[in-house]
Structure formats: C-alpha cells, structure tokens
C-alpha cells in the first residue's frame, strides 16, 4: 500500500504542472509545424513508405485527407511487397508487420481485405510472434528484440485479436526480469512500447497467466518512465520522452500541458532537434496528448480536413567556415585498433566524415544498411556486426555514446569518433 503511495506521488510529481511559460498559440503552433514536416516527409519518394509517419499522420487533430490516402497507397503497395519479399526470404518482419497492420488501422481499413500469401496480416503476425516466443523460451531473448514484440502484441490487441497469454507472459516476464535494454542500458523506448502493448491487454480484459502479475508489470514500467526523468525533462533521451509520454498517458497518468516532459519535447522542437522524421512520428502524438492505444477507437469520420504544405522553402546552402580535425578509431572483435585522422568541414555528418575517409583510400572501408531511423552502420573494414550474433557497431564521441545515427550526427568540432564492434 505504502509503495503504490509512493509510486502515485512520483508520477504525480513527474506530470505535474509547473508555470507554463509557452502560451498554447505557441504550443499549437509549434504542433502545427512538426505536423507540415511530417506530411512533407511521407512525400518522399525515394525511400520505402513509413509506417510510422502514417500513424502519426493519422493520431493528428489535423489533416490532410488526400495526402494521407496517397500514403496508404503506396504503404499498400511497396511496403507490402517489402515485407511480402522477406518473408518469403524467412525473415522475422515483426516489427515492421506491426507497424503496417497499426497504420492500416489508423485509417480504419478492413484488415482482412489484404493478404500476404493467401494469409491474412494478423495470421502471419500471430505466427511471427509464436516463433518470437519460442525463441525466448529457448534463450531467453527474441530473435528480434522486445520493442518488436511489444509492438507485435500491441498491433494485435488494438485489432482486436486475442494475443495468447504465453506470449504476453514473456514479456511481462522480461519487464519483471530487467531484460529490457538498449545494447546494455535500460531501454526506455521498450518499455514505452511494453507499457502500451500490456495496457491494451488489460483494458481488453485479454485473458493473461496471472492479472496480479500483469499489475505488477504495468507498475514497474510506471516506475522505471519515473526513475529515467532527467532534471531538464527527458525520459531517457529526447528520442524516447515522446513514447515515453505516450505510455504514461496511456497507463492513466495526467501528464499536463505544462509539465517538465512536455516542455522538454517543445524545446527540442524549436531547436530542431526532431529533423529524423522517425523522431517526430514518435514525439508528435505525444505533443497532443494521443497515444497508439487511440487506434483501437479511431473512427475516422468527420475529420479535420485543413492540413496544407507550405510552398517549398529555398534551401540556403551555408558555405561551411572552417575545417575541423576528426580522428576515427575502429575496435574489432579481436581486440585490434585502427585510427585514422582527417580534416572535415565543420557541419558535416559521420557518414560523411566515414564516406570522405574510404574514398581517401586509408584502408578504411564501411557498409550501412537501410532503416525506418536511416542509414545503420553494419560493416567496418570488412568485420560485419550481425544482430543474429548480437554484436552491432557501437558509436561513441570521446567516449560518450551517440544519441543519434551516422546519418543525423554532425561533426561541429574536434574530437574522436569511436566505432567499436560491441556484444549486447
Ligand atoms: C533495438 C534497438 C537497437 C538495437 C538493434 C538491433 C536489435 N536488437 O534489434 C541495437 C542495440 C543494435 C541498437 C543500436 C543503436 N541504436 Co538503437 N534502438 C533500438 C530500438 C529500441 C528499437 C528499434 C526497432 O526494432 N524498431 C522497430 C523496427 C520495425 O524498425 P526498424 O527501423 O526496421 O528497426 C531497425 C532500426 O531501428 C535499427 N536501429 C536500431 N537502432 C538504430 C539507430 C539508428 C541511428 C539507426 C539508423 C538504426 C537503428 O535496428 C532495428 C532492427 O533491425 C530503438 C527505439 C525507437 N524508439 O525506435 C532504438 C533507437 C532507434 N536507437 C538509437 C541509437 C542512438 C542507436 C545507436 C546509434 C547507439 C550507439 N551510440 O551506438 C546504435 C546504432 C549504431 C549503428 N551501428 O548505426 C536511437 C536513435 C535516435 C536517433 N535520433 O537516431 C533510438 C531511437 C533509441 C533512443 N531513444 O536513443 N539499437
């Protein structure tokens, strides 16, 4: 009794209202640009449909009607033909799958009408996710990770299917287990995402293993979102305070308008922090109170229609001042180090930093590979870091991890870029 007393008046201190210097034209114009940018982005054609944006699109107060159409189109079409492709490859598509079954939902589409293989999406899903838990039973981990299962939980409880409680056991097991991380810290991200997949099942009433268990869950990721709120209003890092946000909204907390995390995600807004689209499909939801458990109830009538683009801004090209000196050390598996040392211009990204330095021809050499969040690092000078063998590439800048990817990270001053192949 005494500690869900203590718990109540934590996140009670957490969501509280402090004076709210922002005025809610500001709130809601600052809303209103993250929703331009988003549409924007779902224009781009060049890269595989985001599911994602889809659902951020469409948890919005405002649209625009025809463009979110076209983008299910195309989400119907290429994305579909993607995950079609790795399945047939045997390939784990769960996150990916859950994503798209959450954004053809978010447009209240008829989930039976589209098949993959004469197999409805929520057959494949279920089966993707039995062998997810097998795969735990087995060693302890999914084939993917939990912020996939959860995911994979949550698109098939909002549709309505009943997720069977051996499934939804390993999670809360994992969540009571403390294996939920990110290479090896805490995920706040995954347990956001288990936060609303197990909320979904208790407010569907679905059947679990034990219900005093699943509260149990539900209140260790209250707790663990409390613990992870940093003195300027992050949970975790400003890529995770959205979903983080998200979940406690969705597990009944009154996360005010002028609370420190809201106001958090306004300043990073205003800075610019959220130019990855993927980051403000997590974080725009948030900003207006909406969660992904909404999707269960969208109804999609009488929508806001008022949604339109800007006419393109000229993009100023800024002739970069200065160069800047930037050493880059790669750490094998075998313990072995190599270091390379070259000049960039001030600004430039480390996949540029990493391009410049294999076409100098130092004998460094790197592949990436495409995802929702951009280019991910997975080959260095011929060593690959697979997740079948749990290892990745882990970056660092003199000797702090990144918080952002080679793409989006930008080298502004001196220092040392650490790459190293990193067991999780
Ligand atoms: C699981 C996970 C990982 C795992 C992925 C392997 C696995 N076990 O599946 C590991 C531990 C390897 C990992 C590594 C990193 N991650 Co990570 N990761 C996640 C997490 C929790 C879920 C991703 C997921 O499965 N999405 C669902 C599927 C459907 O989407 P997907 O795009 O197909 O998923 C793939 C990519 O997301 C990719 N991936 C994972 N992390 C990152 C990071 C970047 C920058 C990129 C481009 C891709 C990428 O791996 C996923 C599985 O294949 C997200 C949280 C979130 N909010 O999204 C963070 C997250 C995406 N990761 C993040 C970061 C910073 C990293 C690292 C850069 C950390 C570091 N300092 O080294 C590295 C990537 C370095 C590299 N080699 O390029 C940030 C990205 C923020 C940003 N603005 O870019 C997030 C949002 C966490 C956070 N809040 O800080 N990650």
Not at 14 to 32: F, G, I, M, Q
């Amino acid at each position: 009794m005494k500690l869900i007393f203590l718990s109540v008046a934590i996140v009670a201190a957490l969501t509280a209202a402090k004076p709210c210097d922002n005025t809610e034209t500001d709130h809601n114009s600052l809303v209103l640009k993250l929703n331009k940018n988003l549409l924007q982005s779902s224009e781009e054609s060049d890269s595989l449909p985001n599911p994602s944006i889809h659902i951020a699109l469409r948890l919005s107060n405002q649209h625009n009607l025809a463009k979110e159409s076209q983008h299910l189109n195309r989400l119907k079409t290429k994305l579909h033909d993607d995950i079609q492709t790795s399945l047939a490859g045997g390939q784990m598509v769960v996150g990916r799958l859950a994503l798209y079954i959450l954004a053809l939902r978010s447009s209240c589409h008829d989930l039976n009408s589209l098949t993959l293989s004469d197999e409805s999406l929520l057959t494949h899903l279920k089966r993707q996710m039995e062998k997810e838990k097998e795969h735990i039973a087995f060693s302890h981990r999914p084939l993917t990770n939990y912020y996939q299962y959860s995911l994979g939980i949550l698109a098939l409880c909002v549709s309505g299917v009943r997720v069977s409680s051996h499934v939804s056991h390993k999670l809360i097991h994992a969540v009571e287990h403390g294996q939920i991380k990110h290479g090896d810290s805490l995920s706040v991200d995954t347990y956001a995402m288990a936060g609303m997949a197990l909320q979904c099942l208790k407010e569907a009433e679905t059947p679990v293993k034990d219900n005093e268990e699943l509260s149990k869950a539900l209140a260790t990721i209250k707790q663990k979102l409390v613990d992870s709120q940093r003195s300027d209003g992050h949970i975790g890092n400003e890529f995770s305070t959205g979903l983080a946000v998200q979940a406690l909204l969705a597990m009944g907390s009154d996360v005010q308008e002028c609370s420190t995390s809201m106001e958090a995600m306004r300043s990073d807004a205003r800075k610019g922090s959220y130019h990855n689209p993927m980051a403000v499909s997590q974080t725009l939801p948030a900003l207006q109170k909406h969660t992904y458990l909404h999707l269960k109830r969208m109804e999609c009538r009488n929508e806001d229609d008022s949604l339109v683009l800007d006419s393109a801004p000229a993009v100023e090209v800024l002739a970069s001042l200065s160069n800047v000196p930037v050493e880059v050390e790669v750490q094998k598996t075998d313990g072995s180090s190599s270091a390379y040392r070259l000049e960039v211009p001030s600004g430039s990204s480390l996949l540029e930093v990493l391009t410049l330095l294999q076409n100098n021809k130092m004998g460094f050499t790197f592949e990436k590979e495409d995802s929702l969040w951009g280019p991910f690092l997975s080959q260095v000078n011929g060593e690959q870091a697979r997740q079948t063998d749990r290892r990745y590439w882990h970056l660092s800048s003199d000797g702090k991890a990144l918080s952002q990817g080679m793409k989006d990270y930008k080298i502004e001053a001196a220092q040392k870029i650490s790459i190293k192949n990193t067991g999780y």
